[in-house]
């Protein structure tokens, strides 16, 4: 294989790591560091990370007895 496959490889298995890695498809990372007891349930019993992501939501199982599936915070724009 020549260098320009070998780094195309390289770069499509980083790209295909990074999106499993807590990236949030839409979201920006912010928008989903909100405290434990303000999450607001986007899901459902036993929704997966990817179910969760693809409603536009927020997962984090980290903390127990809070929602793990919850809405992200929406981006403001200041407008003057």
Same mark, same amino acid.
């Given at each position: ?20 890695? #807590?990236?949030?498809?839409?979201? *920006? ?7 434990? %007891?303000?999450?607001? =349930? ?13 409603? #536009?939501?927020?997962?984090?199982? *980290? ?7 919850? %809405?992200?915070?929406? =981006? ?5």
């Amino acid at each position: 294989m020549d260098r320009k496959g070998l780094y195309f490889v390289a770069f499509v298995l980083m790209l295909g790591f990074s999106s499993t890695v #807590g990236e949030y498809v839409g979201l *920006s990372p912010s928008q989903c560091i909100i405290p434990a %007891k303000e999450r607001v =349930d986007c899901g459902y019993p036993q929704v997966t990370p990817e179910q969760c992501n693809n409603r #536009g939501c927020c997962f984090d199982s *980290s903390i127990p007895e809070v929602p793990w599936c919850f %809405k992200p915070l929406q =981006d403001t724009e200041c407008i003057f």
